[in-house]
């Protein structure tokens, strides 16, 4: 390998990337916004699953997604619902689906400086990999496949709250991720799928999954498709992650993953996702708040703030 200057590097690293190892790079600069408090957002993991399964279109579901709603809006925030329906392949039932979007204005925002956050918040309806097999049509509690994603970007919106970013900042929480059958495809993912009839296209620098990192033993490997695609963002969020000390981010592919970040990137939009999938009790009954840890929350939760208000 031949060795390039700092300033060829940034370069090649693209606008957005340089501008952030730049201050990266500058020490006494750096940014830094409020600490993220783990145990706020394990509150908030509990308090989804408390609804029960969040299976789209379901009653669970309806009053889940006003409790996310009305934690943004009394946080003085734009939100958007955005209903869509889904007709299922096997049975031909219309199916009710809804993503939430909401906004956050920065305090020194040009024209490209937006970025987009995102996490599901749908549960499985089937659990098909449970250990008792009586229950495996039973569909999964969803702590930390669903709830643990959307619990970070709940406290993450207390802190772009509390000291606003200097850039604009998206969160999506998705409907309908989960929904579909193992081994088709067409039917996972559709709140992303969904989000691309919102003509996203160029309206994002790169967007950033979290999904299963509420693990109590979490250990969150770079994902395949990201590390391939989206390196810059990946490498991004393992620099920092490296920076910060968060030993609980394994530098390293650890596995390919199919989820929401894949649709975000056929518009050309660089996207990654952040999550833990080596978790025993993945599409299982047994995935219940217990399996997770505030710890692992806020090691996230910091990696992304330091990110964010870095931008």
């Not at 889940?64 to 709603?69: A, E, G, I, K």
């Not at 979007?101 to 449970?130: C, I, M, Q």
């Not at 772009?160 to 998705?174: C, E, F, G, H, P």
Request: charged share 25%.
């Amino acid at each position: 390998m031949t060795r390039k200057s700092f300033l060829s590097r940034l370069l090649a690293a693209g606008p957005a990337v340089a501008l952030i190892l730049l201050s990266c790079a500058s020490s006494g600069t750096q940014r830094t916004g409020p600490e993220f408090d783990g145990g706020s957002a394990m509150e908030y993991l509990v308090k989804q699953v408390s609804f029960g399964p969040r299976v789209p279109g379901s009653i669970a579901s309806t009053e889940c997604r006003r409790y996310l709603v009305d934690f943004f809006h009394n946080l003085r925030l734009e939100v958007d619902t955005l209903p869509f329906i889904h007709t299922d392949k096997t049975t031909g039932k219309a199916i009710s689906m809804c993503n939430i979007l909401v906004h956050f204005t920065g305090t020194a925002a040009g024209p490209k400086d937006n970025y987009l956050l995102a996490a599901h918040y749908d549960s499985r309806p089937r659990a098909e990999y449970d250990p008792d097999t009586t229950k495996r049509n039973e569909a999964i509690p969803g702590a930390n496949d669903g709830a643990s994603g959307v619990a970070v970007l709940m406290e993450l919106g207390n802190l772009l709250t509390a000291q606003k970013s200097r850039v604009n900042i998206d969160m999506v929480i998705l409907d309908g991720e989960d929904w579909g059958r193992p081994g088709d495809l067409d039917e996972y993912f559709l709140g992303a799928k969904a989000m691309l009839n919102q003509d996203i296209k160029g309206k994002y620098e790169f967007a950033i999954l979290v999904d299963m990192i509420g693990d109590s033993d979490l250990k969150i490997y770079r994902e395949e498709y990201s590390n391939k695609y989206s390196p810059k963002v990946t490498d991004l969020v393992w620099n920092t992650a490296a920076e910060l000390k968060e030993n609980r981010f394994i530098d390293s592919v650890g596995y390919g993953v199919q989820d929401d970040h894949l649709s975000f990137m056929t518009v050309n939009l660089p996207a990654a996702v952040i999550i833990d999938f080596n978790y025993p009790y993945w599409h299982t009954t047994q995935d219940t708040p217990d399996k997770c840890s505030p710890e692992s929350l806020r090691a996230v939760g910091r990696v992304l703030s330091t990110i964010l208000y870095r931008l």
